[in-house]
């Protein structure tokens, strides 16, 4: 790993840690929280504006919008993953990812895919395996990897055993 100061060798300049980088930090997420005012629909799309409302409130968007834009301005970017779990809720359930467990594949500039690497797991034997899940256009693909990085049945674990592919329309 690289550091500022290990670049500066025999540096007469006093390397101390402040606060400043928090309070830098914390004034922008303020000022981009302070202008976040819900997401407008046009009047054509009413009722998906009730429906969203339910599902802005269900998850606690707002604050979810913070920790988003302060893990942005720390990792550098993120993505927003989405899931739904009718045992936990009703409604969509939207997380933040920040860039150290997702990857962003772009093509010609443009979003082609994004990778979440989020979900870890041990087995009985404490073996690790990742779950990378592919987001592309029209699917959502699951992959279990193990620790040495090669692709493993869904079924070797029983916590990624019932998962399927999901394929969809625009």
Not at 62 to 91: C, H, M, Q, W
Not at 142 to 165: C, G, H, M
Request: glycine content about 2%.
């Amino acid at each position: 790993k690289y550091s500022f100061w290990k670049c500066v060798p025999d540096s007469e300049i006093c390397a101390r840690h402040t606060g400043i980088p928090k309070i830098i930090l914390t004034a922008l997420v303020d000022i981009i929280a302070e202008n976040y005012d819900s997401i407008s629909f046009d009047k054509s799309f009413k009722s998906q504006e009730d429906i969203w409302k339910l599902i802005e409130t269900d998850n606690d968007f707002f604050d979810l919008v913070v920790k988003a834009t302060r893990d942005t301005l720390v990792f550098g970017e993120g993505a927003f993953k989405l899931l739904y779990n009718p045992e936990i809720s009703e409604y969509p359930i939207i997380q933040y990812v920040p860039a150290k467990k997702c990857e962003i594949i772009k093509q010609y500039g443009r979003l082609k895919e994004i990778v979440f690497f989020d979900s870890i797991y041990y087995d009985d034997k404490n073996n690790m395996y990742v779950l990378k899940e592919y987001y592309k256009k029209g699917c959502i693909e699951y992959k279990l990897f193990n620790s040495k990085e090669k692709e493993v049945p869904l079924d070797t674990i029983p916590e990624t055993a019932e998962l399927q592919n999901v394929y969809f329309n625009d």
